[in-house]
């Protein structure tokens, strides 16, 4: 097996297990799910991200014992988010395109079974975007609650569904975040690096 081959199984293996709670089809084409229930995030589109901007992301996924460290190379804007990753410091694995007609994933070979672009750019969405523009996302079914340090919690009837840490700020530029999503047992570490 290929390195790629092997890091896009290893994503899909958790992406599958991140998002595998709600029974049944799985949600629409723009649609992820986000929460217990069937409590789904619908992608804007176009994105409509507030500003263009490109960055690269270090990534550890964690789902129980299970952990995989991708890197990303993303822009966001307005008409158009791009996420392309990568093996860590490797090849590119997937491409993912978003515009106002929809997402669109290329990958190198064939997409594992349950391999969805829409939950990857659900988080991003939960992490990065302005807070009116998550709630409607979220068509009201949680509650978004946004602290001056930059924590933003994801509230369903008074308990804790999706905690999205402060951003940790470093010298050299970088920061650091991570996304727990308590419903899908799943945490993203998240390193980001904008260019100097």
């Not at 996420?83 to 978003?98: E, K, L, M, S, Y």
């Not at 008074?158 to 999205?164: F, Q």
């Not at 920061?175 to 998240?190: A, E, V």
Request: with cysteine.
């Amino acid at each position: 097996m290929t390195a790629r081959l092997i890091l896009l199984c290893a994503l899909a293996a958790l992406t599958c297990a991140c998002a595998s709670a709600p029974s049944g089809p799985p949600p629409p084409p723009g649609v992820a799910a986000v929460a217990r229930d069937r409590l789904y995030l619908t992608l804007p589109l176009p994105p409509g991200y507030p500003e263009e901007k490109e960055m690269t992301q270090s990534i550890v996924a964690a789902y129980g014992p299970r952990k995989v460290a991708f890197d990303a190379l993303v822009s966001l804007g307005p008409e158009k988010v791009t996420v392309i990753v990568t093996a860590p410091a490797g090849p590119r694995v997937a491409q993912i395109d978003w515009t106002r007609d929809g997402v669109a994933t290329r990958t190198d070979g064939a997409p594992p079974p349950g391999f969805r672009a829409e939950n990857v750019l659900a988080d991003m969405v939960m992490t990065h975007w302005p807070k009116a523009a998550l709630e409607t996302a979220l068509g009201g079914r949680l509650q978004v609650w946004d602290y001056p340090d930059g924590r933003r919690k994801l509230v369903r009837g008074g308990e804790l569904v999706i905690d999205i840490t402060p951003p940790v700020r470093y010298a050299d530029g970088s920061t650091r975040r991570t996304l727990t999503n308590y419903d899908f047992s799943y945490s993203l570490t998240i390193v980001s690096r904008e260019p100097q």
